[in-house]
């Protein structure tokens, strides 16, 4: 069994938030694979920019917080590779309007339907969908 992380997932391993204790538990608590794609991988990137332009952090503690990353998902992720397919499943997914799914949060349940991973989110609604998707959901909330 092997979990992917989402953005969601990955921040609080970062930068310290409410859910950054239990997010280190789970990851710190496994003894299975994780697993990131160059897409999370990239969410999270965005989020770090993010909190640039909101000055919670500065443009110099940003890059740290990617290296950092980088420095992590290098020793302690597996890739997970992004399919032409997997973003077909997720127009799809995201043209169900009754799983009310972002593109990018169905981009990841499809990633992880394809690969068979277990999804590792603190977002409840991608959770639920994940879920009705056919998708094993480990909600880190």
Excluded: K
């Excluded at 991988?41 to 990353?69: K, P, Y």
């Excluded at 077909?88 to 995201?94: N, P, S």
């Amino acid at each position: 069994m092997s979990f992917y992380l989402d953005a969601s997932a990955i921040l609080p391993i970062l930068v310290e938030e409410a859910a950054s204790a239990t997010v280190d538990a789970f990851v710190s608590g496994l003894g299975e694979p994780l697993v990131v794609s160059a897409f999370a991988a990239g969410e999270t990137a965005s989020a770090v920019s993010r909190l640039v332009r909101t000055g919670r952090v500065n443009a110099n503690e940003a890059r740290a917080l990617l290296d950092s990353f980088d420095a992590w998902r290098a020793t302690s992720a597996m890739p997970a590779q992004l399919a032409p397919s997997d973003v077909e499943v997720a127009d799809l997914y995201v043209r169900r309007f009754d799983l009310m799914l972002r593109m990018p949060d169905a981009l990841h349940i499809a990633i992880c339907r394809r690969e068979r991973h277990v999804l590792a989110t603190l977002d409840r609604r991608m959770a639920e969908a994940a879920r009705a998707l056919g998708v094993e959901v480990r909600h880190l909330a």
